[in-house]
T-cell receptor, first 114, second 117 residues
Framework: KNQVEQSPQSLIILEGKNCTLQ??????????LRWYKQDTGRGPVSLTI?????NTKSNGRYTATLDADTKQSSLHITASQLSDSASYIC?????????????FGTGTKLQVIP | NAGVTQTPKFRILKIGQSMTLQCAQD?????MYWYRQDPGMGLKLIYY???????DKGEVPNGYNVSRSTTEDFPLRLELAAPSQTSVYFC????????????????FGQGTRLTVV
């Protein structure tokens, strides 16, 4: 069964600190992996996308890594800000015929406090 | 830019009532999707469409219907609302130039919070 598991479920950090969120997946055949940020009461917004051949992708203070061999990804947030408080969702896509199926993780809820 | 627009934002339904959740996008995307998000769970795909006139079931289609008469609109219909359909519903869209081709990221609407009592 294709699964995407994220850890931790929730995290509280002080403003200015760094943190790393984890994503493990069993999706196969793998196509790409995205990290989304979902603010409370809003729809998810894409942060990064990585394909099989990419192992690092940055978007400002967000850096995603991918190890396709161990099927693990991480999202590192540097110098956190209050506005980083949100849920971060790992989404893995696989190719299935003409349609690319996606599996969503349950997310990590991050709270940045002053 | 409007992007993906969903209406209504909130709705309370009684068991057995029906309603339509509206979704419109102005990005000329060919792919559109409906997801539901339950507390503590990942988004689950209900239905999707790869273009006007074409729809297909996702993971959890039971109790729902969709139509795609235009590129812009992708309404989701609940015929006989049940408490199990209490959830937050997200509509999304993306673009692909053809079968198997790379797709853009999915753009999501702000969600419709539905409660069935």
């Amino acid at each position: 069964k294709n699964q995407v598991e994220q850890s931790p479920q929730s995290l509280i950090i002080l403003e200015g600190k760094n943190c790393t969120l984890q994503c493990n997946y069993t999706v196969s055949p793998f196509s790409n992996l995205r990290w989304y940020k979902q603010d409370t009461g809003r729809g998810p917004v894409s942060l990064t996308i990585m394909t099989f051949s990419e192992n690092t992708k940055s978007n400002g203070r967000y850096t995603a890594t991918l190890d396709a061999d161990t099927k693990q990804s991480s999202l590192h947030i540097t110098a956190s800000q209050l506005s980083d408080s949100a849920s971060y969702i790992c989404v893995v896509s696989l190719n299935s015929g003409g349609y690319q199926k996606v599996t969503f993780g349950t997310g990590t809820k991050l709270q940045v406090i002053p | 830019n409007a992007g993906v627009t969903q209406t209504p934002k909130f709705r309370i339904l009684k068991i057995g009532q029906s309603m339509t959740l509206q979704c419109a996008q102005d990005m000329n995307h060919n792919y559109m999707y409906w997801y539901r998000q339950d507390p503590g769970m990942g988004l689950k795909l209900i239905y999707y469409s790869v273009g006007a006139g074409i729809t297909d079931k996702g993971e959890v289609p039971n109790g729902y219907n969709v139509s795609r008469s235009t590129t812009e609109d992708f309404p989701l219909r609940l015929e006989l609302a049940a408490p199990s359909q209490t959830s937050v519903y997200f509509c999304a869209s993306s673009y692909s130039s053809g079968q198997g081709a790379k797709r853009t990221e999915a753009f999501f609407g702000q969600g419709t919070r539905l409660t069935v009592v």
